[in-house]
Every structure is written in structure tokens, then in C-alpha cells.
């Protein structure tokens, strides 16, 4: 697998699942990043299919069937396969991977620097749910959920079942967002349309830090990326894509997984956001992973959409569990290796949905 390494020219706006239509009281759109694989995706796709003989005008909206071939149409993709999209950035070592930290990951800034612990399940209790091991509460007095992104030897320790060392990275450090106003002028008289004034905010990326996003099943295609400079995101606003190999599997590492008493633990730490028909609870399956699940950190769902540029509308949203959200999982350690395995789940993983990292607990 080839990735991509896409940096905005000027700043990015990508909305979020709030209504932005004409006439309806909503301000201050956006602020949804990273952008979604459907987002990323599509303007990969739609970069290709222009430089294969598409113009995207309301005349010609659909593909042709030689570019469906090759680019596959709306959620079909053919031999097409993405991965991500996640955060790097510039270092002294070269590209660093930033992934979410998980959410199960607590701390305080003391006087020694960062303390932090992970959570685990403590014992059964009686709840509404029934009897069940939530998340143990247990030596995190003063601490918070600590939001943000860690390195790839932070993910390491913390699949290990380790504390990190070091400190989370905040949002703030990577990007900030930016408010905008934005309106809509009469071409013949150069004043403001009625009602076409509209607030969002953009996201503008600290300097050395871009998205890369993976992707295989065109490398006869590349030569069309390396160096373009595409839409991507709303307004029109544009990135410049640069191709890049990573020798390591950016989250191929599996922490030694042991069985006891006839039982494997293991969390599911989700890299990127992922669909699932039906969220499960304490003792239902996840959808193609072994076993049953034990306990769970999961934010509020992520509500994500698209844009169907066929018919010029927005598609429906839908529920995608959030980046950093942890599954605590029991299986027969007969199915230790179906464990080992694991690297995506839920649907359009094909997109990039689904990336999960497999750890102990």
C-alpha cells in the first residue's frame, strides 16, 4: 500500500451533521476533523476520474462506464482499497503518525509532570444494564479523559496494557479552527444575494503537520497524484498531494496475547471511525470478532454523511463509533489466532473505515 501525504494549500472546511441549507438559522458550520474517509476518499477518486476525461459540469455528472471500471461508482470499488485518513507530522526522525488516544486513557498534570492510568473493568456490579463490569473508576481521583493523539510508541505501551510515557498531544497543537463569513453575489449587479450569507469554520493545519491517507489498486494511477494539487472538503478549498512508502505497518503491532484458564483477553482500540448495524453490549459479539464483549469506553456516536455528487445532494447520515473508543473482549483461546488477525471491523472498511489496533487488558 501506497499513502498519501495531503496538505492544504490555503485551509480546509469540512462540515459537520448539522444542517447547512439555505434559510434555516444555523451558524458557525464545521470543525469536523479529520475529514472522513468517505471525504478523502471521494476526492481521490474524483481527482482520477477528471484526469481519465471527466468534467465535473451539471451536463456530464456521472461517470463513464470506462472510469467505473477502474474507480468503481458511489460505494462500490472495485479493486480500489483505502486506509485512514490519520494525522502525521514532521519530526526529527522523519514522518510521525499521530493516533487517537484512547479512551479509556485518564490523567492530571501534577507537579512531576503528566500522571495518567488506563481504565480496566472492575469487578460485577448491578446497573441498569443488569450485572455487568464497567470501567473501573479506581486510583483516578482528580484525573479526566485525556483527548488528543499519541505517538506510535505511545499506541505500543498502551496496547502492552502500559501507561504511556510522556504527555497526550492536544488538538490545539496540530490545528486550529477558524471563523469565516462567507456571502453570495449577483454577478450583474456585484451586490449581495438575499439571504445568502452563511458563517463556517475552517481548519488550518500547524505548520509540518498533513493527513496521509493509504491507498492500493491503482498503482498504475499514481503518477496522476504525486504532486497534484485537488479539491478536497467544501468551499472548494485545495490540497497538494505528495506519495510516500512507510516501511512499518502503521499499526500492524500486536502485543503478546496469552490465554488463561482457557480465555484470551483482548481490547479493540478503534484508529478510525467505524459503522456497525447494531452497537453491541456486555456479553453480545462484535460483528466478525471472536468472542463476546466484557466492558466498553465509547463516546457519543459520530454522525457522518457525504456528498453525492450525482445528484448534487447530501447522502443520509449515519452512527459511526468514534476514533479512540475501547472494547474489552473475552475469547476461547482456541480462537487466539482469529484474534491476532484482527485489523478492521464493521462496514466500508474498504473506504477506511473500521481500523482497529488489537491489545491486552
Known sequence: MRYLILTPVDSWFFRDGRPFHKGEATSDVGGFFPPSAFTVAGAIRAHLARSMGWREDRRERRWSDEICRVLGDGYDLKGLRFRGPLLCRESDHGLEILFPAPLNLYGKKG??????????????????????????????????????????????????????????????????????????????????????????????????????????????????????????????????????TLVEDIYGFRPELRSEN??????????????????????????????????ACIERAMRIGGWDSANRRPVDLKPFIPPGSVWFCEADDDRLEDVRRLSRVGEYTEFGFGEVAVGVW
Open 111 to 244: 507537579d512531576r509532570g503528566y500522571e495518567m492510568r488506563l481504565l480496566r473493568p472492575g469487578a460485577e456490579v448491578e446497573c441498569d444494564l443488569g450485572r455487568v463490569r464497567l470501567p473501573s473508576a479506581e486510583g483516578i481521583d482528580g484525573m479526566k479523559p485525556l483527548s488528543g493523539y499519541i505517538t506510535g510508541d505511545q499506541l505500543k505501551q498502551v496496547l502492552r496494557g502500559e501507561v504511556p510515557e510522556g504527555r497526550v498531544i492536544p488538538a490545539e497543537e496540530l490545528w486550529s479552527s477558524e471563523y469565516a463569513v462567507g456571502l453570495a453575489r449577483d454577478l450583474e449587479t456585484r451586490t449581495a444575494k438575499e439571504a445568502h450569507l452563511y458563517s463556517i469554520n475552517r481548519i488550518r493545519l500547524e505548520r509540518g503537520v498533513h493527513l496521509l491517507m493509504g491507498v492500493e489498486g491503482i498503482e498504475d494511477m499514481l503518477k496522476e497524484l504525486d504532486g497534484a494539487v485537488m479539491p478536497l472538503g467544501g468551499e472548494g478549498r485545495m490540497a497538494s498531494v505528495a506519495i510516500t
Open 262 to 295: 482457557g480465555t484470551v483477553r483482548f481490547t479493540l482500540l478503534h484508529i478510525t471511525p467505524a459503522f456497525l448495524s447494531r452497537w453491541p453490549g456486555p456479553g453480545d459479539a462484535i460483528p466478525g470478532v471472536p468472542g463476546r464483549v466484557v466492558s
